[in-house]
């Protein structure tokens, strides 16, 4: 999945239904505000509140520190 791709503006997080980071290189969508990676297998988002893993605050923090300023959409 690459940053321009017109699906991330209609993907969300299957717990807050808020918007979601696509993480570098493209292999994770990341919920900042639930501290939630879900993983990107063969293209496919695995978007299954089950396929989620929590992130650890250091995590957290160097993951804000390498997504993307755009995100293409609005969050809360």
């Known amino acids: 999945m690459k940053p321009d791709d017109p699906l991330l503006k209609i993907l ?3 717990l807050d239904k808020g918007p979601l980071i696509l ?3 493209g292999d994770a969508l990341y919920n ?3 501290r939630r990676r879900y993983p990107i297998v063969d293209g496919i988002p695995q978007l299954l509140p089950s396929s989620g893993e ?3 605050d250091p995590e ?3 993951l804000l520190g390498n997504a993307p300023a755009d995100t293409g959409r609005s969050g809360p």
Do not use: G, Q
Request: aromatic residues 0%.
């Open 12 to 14: 969300a997080c299957p």
């Open 23 to 25: 993480l570098e290189p």
């Open 54 to 56: 929590s992130v650890p």
């Open 32 to 34: 900042p505000r639930l």
């Open 60 to 62: 957290h923090r160097r």
